[in-house]
Every structure is written in structure tokens, then in C-alpha cells.
């Protein structure tokens, strides 16, 4: 992270800097598109964003061990990240101090942590969701919460809680996309995420997206599935749009361009016909970078508007 960035946050700490470095390295590696959109962020707000997601990523590491430890040593792991995190034992791993920092400076709920902990232990043992509403279940702790988290650093121009349903609505999309993408992937670590009952409306089961995948192509019935989770997805992408505006200025380019990236993901699944058992559907760095050098202007000239938003996190 840049000392211009923790400057502008007021993060004067030695300690807690390299937490905030630390989570930006986790952004940087892993989270390439959403990174990307970090980058349209005011510096003040971007080391708030990289500790959510660096906290994020801890766990999904803990979860990710599947080779190297047992279920119970990853419940057990996850347990730990959770105690510590209520304890605010910041010392105890690189991101809790961070995480814990931009927690307090921006008054998000500790319910919200508990949410996301509680499906990353969803995880840990089931592999399939029976309907819609077991899978919401677990969407809302995985995503929906993320958009709920990072919304106080983005700001509001009016009362936060009419934009929350449109940032919980952006996080769902953004994790119905991954679901879509990786189906060849998460069947690979014996998961399904999406609803069997839709799936068998269609006359698809797990049999049958195991067979996709041994003969690595796409079955008719299969694709008419998943051409009706990707319309669903689409229609929440148009809801989670609409929020956009009820955010401080400043911070709109960078939702706007996570957004279309991430739902171009959609269109690059349409346009392979559904190929998910062949290919992994990418967004290439040439878009990706003409998506965001616009968004990065629109960013730069709204930063320069007097009622841009600007708030620094307490040192």
C-alpha cells in the first residue's frame, strides 16, 4: 500500500500500516478485477477496502486447505479467526488489525462479520443447496454482507439504509456470477451452487453435471439450466444498478466499473453457449483496462467536486 493512500486514511501507526499493507497484498493477488475497481477509490478510502477484503480472504484461505487439513482443523481455524476477531485480538494474525481498525473507524456491525463467518462454516460440509432460499441463506453471509460492509466507506448521499439493499444486491450478483463461471471448478471440491429444485426443473442433477464434466461439454439440459440462472442473475445486476446513484459521488465510478466488469462475465458466458465445463469465462486485460481508464476519469473529475464526500478514517 501506498504511503500516499494510508496518509490520506490518517493512519499514522507503524503496526497497524502493515496490517493495512498486508490486506492490499491479499487484494492485489487474488482479487484482480475487484482490485482493479479499488483503484477509482479516493486514497482515503482504499485502505478500508483492501482490510474488508483482506479479512474476507483469510477465511476463505482457511476454507481453501482442503488437501493440507482436515474439516475439523478448518473449523477449528475458522473458530479462531472468529474469537479473535471478537476479542479484537489484532496481533494474533496480519489482517485482524486492519479489519478491527476500519470496523470501529466506520461503525460497521459486528452482526455483519458474524453473518459472513457463518457461511464460510456453511462451507465446511455442505456441497449442495436443495432451493433458492437455502442457497440465499448462504449467499447473504458470503456476499451480500460484503456490499453491506464496504458501503459506509463508499458514503451515501442520504440515509444509508435506502442504499443498503442495492449494495447487498451487488454482492449477490457479483457471487451468482462466480457461481455461473465456476460450475466445473466447485464441482471439482464436491460443491453445487445452485438450487437442485431449478436445476431439476430442467431435468439436471449432479449426475448429470458430473458427466459434463468427465466429457468436458455442455449438455442441452444443462445449458437451458444455467441460461435460466445467468437471466436471474442479469435481473439482479439491473436492481443492484439502480443504487448507484445514492452513493457519494466519489465513489460511483468505481461500483460502475465493478459492475460492468464483473457482469461482462455474464456476457462472456452467453457468448461460449454455455461452455462452462471447456473454458473459464474471462474478462481480458484490454477490456479491463478501458473499463477502468474510464472509470478512473470519471473518478478523478468527481473528487474534484465540493460535495465529493470526503471523510478520513481516525488514526
Known sequence: MTRTELDAAGITDTALRGS??????????????FFLATRLLAPDQRPAVHALYGFARRADDILDEFDERSTAERAEGLATLAAQFRSGAAEADPVLAAVLHTASGYRIPDALFDDFLASMRMDLEITDYPDRAA??????????????????????????????????????????????RDVNE????????????????????????????????????????????????RTIYRQAADGIALLQPRSRACVATALTLYSEILD????????????????????????????????????????????????
Open 186 to 233: 466447485d464441482l471439482a471440491r464436491d460443491r453445487v451452487y445452485l438450487p437442485a429444485d431449478e436445476l431439476a426443473a430442467h431435468g439436471v442433477d449432479r449426475d448429470l453435471l458430473l458427466w459434463c464434466q468427465a466429457h468436458r461439454r455442455t449438455d442441452p439440459r444443462v445449458r437451458r439450466a444455467l441460461a435460466e440462472q445467468h437471466g436471474l442473475t
Open 268 to 315: 462472456r458466458i452467453e457468448a461460449s453457449d454455455f461452455a462452462v465445463f471447456e473454458q473459464r469465462a474471462r474478462v481480458g486485460i484490454p477490456r479491463r483496462l478501458a473499463v477502468g481508464g474510464a472509470g478512473l476519469a470519471r473518478a478523478w473529475w468527481a473528487r474534484r467536486a465540493p460535495d465529493s464526500g470526503v471523510r478520513r478514517q481516525p488514526g
Open 135 to 180: 442457497l440465499d441463506r448462504y449467499v447473504y453471509g458470503s456476499a451480500e454482507v460484503i456490499g453491506l460492509q464496504v458501503l459506509p466507506v463508499l458514503g451515501t448521499v442520504g440515509d444509508e439504509a435506502e442504499a443498503a439493499p442495492y449494495a447487498a444486491a451487488l454482492g449477490k450478483a457479483f457471487q451468482l456470477t462466480n457461481f455461473l
Open 20 to 33: 493495512y499493507r498486508a490486506c492490499r497484498v491479499l487484494n492485489a493477488r487474488h482479487g484482480k478485477t
